[in-house]
């Protein structure tokens, strides 16, 4: 094993050498990199190669990639300028808020993007973008190699929405990929952050559609409708509260029609208001009871799929 190899190893088996706190650009607490003056090389920074200590090392060095403990505040729009860029990522922000108008060519069902990623895509434990986008081109079970993140936008269009990806130059996609990379200002690249996807729901029983109808009802069924088609505005333009089921809800082969995502989606979110309310279980629970419903075919399926193995979900 050459130094630079066995550096390296012991780079990646020590991430516990993490310098101390200091404040960055903007005055939050990061981690910096400590020196180690015996071996004259950075302890902390996971490198393929080693830095050239010729220079400063705030030109070589980055982040630490741990940033699991750390705070993450997305940059506010009242701080995008007023050019070119600031309208494309508020156009971004504005077809993720309301894509029902802003990007309703590509869309065949009642949502917008913020009905999951809730809060404008900025809500820790609802997806949310900033910690999703720096982790692209990313391996994904579900077709089985590396996407990219528009890639992973256009799996939303056509299971979540139940609709078409848009093209890479389209100016929604155009759009959408500014919005997510300035909410993003600041994470290092491929830092996995807290927050990111939905929280992990551990029950101890089996899930039950019977007992996950009772919790739909009790708690659900106020806002998204006795029978899961969600409230319309009274404008007629999207809804107020959005359907779970039906023709107008998610599609099946999104990744909310997964039991376990569902259900951390919903322990972490609804119901909204309440957050954190439900047990594991009663998430669980009314997480099958919205699986065994209706809704949009996975467009991945054709009329004879009944007969083959069942595709990957996600
Ligand atoms: C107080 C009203 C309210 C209650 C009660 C409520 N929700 Fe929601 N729910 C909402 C709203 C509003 C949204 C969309 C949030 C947004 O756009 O910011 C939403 C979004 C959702 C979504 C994602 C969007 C979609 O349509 O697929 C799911 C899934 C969901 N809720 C499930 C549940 C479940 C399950 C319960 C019961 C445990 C529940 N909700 C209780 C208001 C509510
Ligand atoms: C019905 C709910 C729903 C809607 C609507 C929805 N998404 Fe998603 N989205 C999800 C789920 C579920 C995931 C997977 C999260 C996970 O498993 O960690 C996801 C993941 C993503 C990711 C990857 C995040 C990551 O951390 O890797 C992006 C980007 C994304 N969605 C963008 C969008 C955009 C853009 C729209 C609107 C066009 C949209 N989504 C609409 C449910 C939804």
Same mark, same amino acid.
């Given at each position: 094993?050459?130094? #630079?190899?066995?550096?390296? =190893? ?11 706190a ?28 080693? @830095? ?29 300028p ?45 997806? @949310? ?6 982790l692209? @081109?990313?391996y ?73 109808? =009772?919790v ?36 099946? %082969? ?6 376990g ?10 119901p909204? %208001?309440? #957050? ?15 699986k ?7 467009? #991945? ?14």
């Amino acid at each position: 094993m050459s130094n #630079r190899t066995s550096l390296l =190893v012991l780079l990646l088996l020590a991430p516990g050498l993490n310098g101390s706190a200091a404040p960055d650009a903007v005055g939050r607490a990061i981690d910096v990199p400590v020196w180690d003056e015996a071996s004259d090389t950075p302890l902390a920074r996971r490198l393929i190669e080693p @830095p050239r200590i010729g220079l400063p090392t705030e030109q070589t060095e980055m982040l630490v990639a741990d940033p699991a403990d750390r705070q993450f505040v997305p940059p506010r729009l009242a701080e995008l300028p007023d050019n070119a860029w600031g309208d494309q990522v508020r156009a971004g922000r504005n077809i993720f808020v309301d894509t029902q108008r802003y990007a309703r060519r590509y869309v065949s069902n009642g949502l917008n993007c913020s009905n999951c990623h809730l809060s404008e895509g900025r809500m820790a434990g609802a997806a @949310p973008l900033w910690a999703g986008y720096p982790l692209y @081109p990313l391996y994904r079970g579900k077709n089985l190699r590396a996407n990219t993140f528009p890639e992973r936008i256009g799996e939303c269009f056509r299971y979540s929405m139940d609709g078409t990806a848009p093209t890479l130059d389209s100016p929604e996609m155009q759009a959408l990929l500014a919005y997510a990379q300035w909410l993003s200002t600041n994470v290092p690249a491929r830092a996995i952050m807290a927050g990111r996807g939905f929280i992990g729901v551990s029950a101890p029983r089996e899930a039950s559609h019977g007992r996950g109808k =009772v919790v739909y009802q009790s708690q659900c069924a106020v806002c998204h409708g006795k029978n899961g088609a969600g409230i319309a505005r009274a404008d007629g333009h999207g809804y107020q509260f959005p359907p779970l089921w039906g023709w107008d809800a998610y599609a099946s %082969g999104a990744g909310m029609n997964k039991l376990g995502a569902a259900a951390g989606f919903i322990k972490g979110n609804m119901p909204l %208001g309440k #957050r954190g309310s439900l047990s594991d279980q009663e998430a669980l629970d009314v997480a099958f009871y919205l699986k065994i419903q209706s809704r949009p075919w996975d467009p #991945r399926m054709g009329w004879f799929s009944i007969f083959v193995d069942e595709i990957p979900d996600g």
